[in-house]
């Protein structure tokens, strides 16, 4: 299961995003969608959307060193 998510810039440009987790049963959807919401917009805004791999280093980097 997949959800999909539109991310759109202050100067209209747009583009489609993917994310899944299958761990969290029946209301997976709502809780992806929430720590979309809550956790990597906080992350995004204000990035350059010109520059896409410093945008994935910033949704990454609170994830590394776990699971060491």
Not at 27 to 34: L, N, S
């Amino acid at each position: 299961d997949w959800l999909f998510a539109r991310l759109t810039t202050d100067e209209g440009l747009s583009g489609i995003g993917e994310a899944s987790h299958g761990g969290f049963g029946p209301r997976r959807d709502a809780i992806v969608a929430t720590i979309l919401e809550e956790q990597c917009r906080p992350l995004l805004v204000g990035a350059d959307p010109r520059v896409p791999l410093a945008a994935l280093a910033a949704l990454q980097a609170p994830k590394s060193g776990q699971g060491r």
